[in-house]
């Protein structure tokens, strides 16, 4: 069983810090939402994780192993799973050739049949556009496409970063409905929103996050029931 | 003029572009990978040729032969570029990187002039007399080898980016280094191979061209704007860009050089250069139809 901790992590670019002291833990199974405003600090939060920012102070743990200064490949590698914001797709390579060339090591690799095979059964209709360039596919299917690309790495947490952004709410149903398929077989999960409605309701836990720091942190549910998340979020009377 | 005229600058064309096509391909793995700009991309042609050179006239060995040992050489000089200079060189803005492949090719061009001094040398051998007859047109023999072997190469290179994950790997980061990253792939990793393979391929082409043409210090320079040119008007870091602009260099200039003049001829890459610039400045092949995400 592997559970995520950060300690009071500081990150940022050039010279300020962009999130301070940060604390977050991710039970395994656990699904967890990091709400909060634009520019609030949830996307380098992520990247701490994933790799992409490096920790200025505090641990990032990761079962027993501290990630330090750990390379964003073998973050992956050892089983954190990142649905990047703006998707990060290789839109010249068909949508087979995306998901493929996320199990290009280890165990990922041995089981590409399956995975794929488990991706496009999530996804049907990914597997009709299998050979299709993915820069040519619906924003909807691009989502598709970069979830289904972090499954092919066999995670054991999947980080989201704004999953539902610019995308028809029909279809953010459908992505939604499918992750909650994934957590109940057991994958931990990181959602990280705009839409804190929909976000408080898909997770167990969540963290609220304003300009850097965590404000407030509890059950989703009471976090839904909370005056400040109410009027601050989701435009509701306190 | 003759149609047969014609036809043999076409032909003489094509050969020269096949091998321009071999040069500029290395480059374009390198830029389109790394988004590094190799301005001594040239000097390792010149260094893979004193290499061929150097085993006929000391080991008597065919330079087709030659290239079994010049393209280890020249993969382990990609690597060992990335891994001293280039790894280094990518943490700082791009014009400083392009400041170090510059002065790296200075560099290159003066060491040699000290090691193998200024003069022009051509393998000879045999068959550098001998042509190929083919219909009413005829190919130099040593030119007709470099042009095959850059077309198995061409092919076989284009088979490995595009059916094994080795290629697709190279494409990926290409595409998006940060997606690739969180994808599971080695980011140093693939930089070192392509740098690797980008230079090796001047391995099979150098030994080959040396005895087509004069070796000297300097001839690396005159490929690495060819090969800027080709890589510049077919699009920059797209595989069919660069044999469409390579055919179009080579032709144009072969075709020039029976229509006018010699001199007029040299210039002909650049102002078909300019032309593209200015009607179609992505290329005429870009990597994702002109855009990229």
């Known amino acids: ?238 | 003029m003759s149609a047969t005229i014609l036809l043999q600058a076409l032909l003489s064309g094509m050969t020269n572009g096949a091998i321009y096509a071999l040069i500029a391909v290395g480059l374009t793995l390198v830029f389109g990978v790394m988004r590094v700009v190799n301005f001594a991309h040239g000097e390792f042609l010149m260094l893979a040729m004193y290499g061929g050179y150097l085993a006929w006239a000391h080991l008597g060995l065919d330079p087709i032969i030659a290239v079994v040992l010049v393209v280890p050489a020249l993969l382990a000089l990609g690597v060992g570029l990335f891994e001293t200079l280039i790894r280094p060189a990518m943490r700082v803005p791009e014009i400083n990187q392009m400041a170090v492949t510059l002065g790296l090719s200075l560099l290159l061009q003066y060491l040699a002039l000290m090691v193998f001094k200024a003069d022009n040398l051509l393998i000879v051998q045999d068959r550098s007399t001998a042509s190929l007859w083919i219909g009413p047109v005829l190919l130099q023999m040593p030119q007709a080898i470099a042009a095959l072997a850059a077309v198995l190469l061409l092919i076989g290179l284009y088979i490995v980016l595009r059916k094994t994950d080795f290629g697709l790997i190279m494409r990926a980061v290409s595409q998006s280094r940060d997606g690739a990253a969180l994808s599971g792939i080695d980011i140093g990793r693939t930089y070192r191979w392509a740098m690797g393979i980008g230079i090796g391929t001047l391995g099979v082409a150098g030994p080959l061209m040396a005895s087509v043409l004069y070796v000297n210090p300097h001839i690396g320079a005159l490929f690495t704007l060819k090969a800027f040119v080709i890589v510049i008007v077919g699009g920059m870091g797209s595989f069919g860009g660069v044999l469409l602009g390579a055919l179009l260099v080579g032709v144009a200039e072969s075709v020039a050089g029976v229509l006018t003049t010699a001199s007029v001829a040299a210039a002909v890459p650049f102002a078909l250069l300019i032309l593209v610039m200015l009607l179609r400045p992505e290329g005429l092949m870009p990597v994702g139809g002109g855009s990229r995400a």
């Open chain 1, 1 to 238: 069983m592997t559970r995520l901790t950060l300690e009071r992590v500081s990150a940022g670019y050039g010279k300020a810090d962009v999130i301070r002291d940060i604390d977050l833990v991710i039970e395994s199974g656990q699904r967890v939402a990091l709400i909060g405003s634009n520019g609030a600090g949830k996307s380098t939060v992520v990247k701490t994780i994933n790799g992409l920012v490096p920790t200025r102070q505090g641990r990032v743990v990761w079962g027993d192993e501290e990630l330090g200064r750990m390379k964003v490949s073998d973050r992956t590698r050892a089983g954190i799973g990142t649905v990047p914001e703006g998707r990060l797709l290789f839109p010249d390579c068909t949508v087979t050739e995306n998901l493929v060339a996320a199990s290009t090591f280890g165990a990922a690799k041995q089981h590409r049949e399956e995975g794929l095979a488990r991706v496009y059964d999530l996804f049907p209709r990914l597997r009709e556009r299998a050979g299709q360039r993915a820069g040519t596919l619906s924003g909807g299917e691009q989502q598709m496409v970069a979830i289904g690309r972090a499954l092919m790495t066999r995670p054991r947490l999947l980080v989201l970063d704004e999953p539902s952004i610019g995308l028809a709410p029909r279809v953010v149903s459908e992505i939604f409905e499918i992750l909650g398929t994934l957590t109940r077989a057991g994958l931990s999960l990181l959602l990280v929103e705009q839409n804190v409605q929909l976000s408080l309701r898909s997770v167990d836990y969540a963290y609220l996050l304003q300009q850097g720091e965590v404000v407030l942190q509890g059950p989703s549910d009471t976090l839904l029931e909370s005056p400040m998340v109410r009027a601050a979020y989701l435009g509701l009377p306190a």
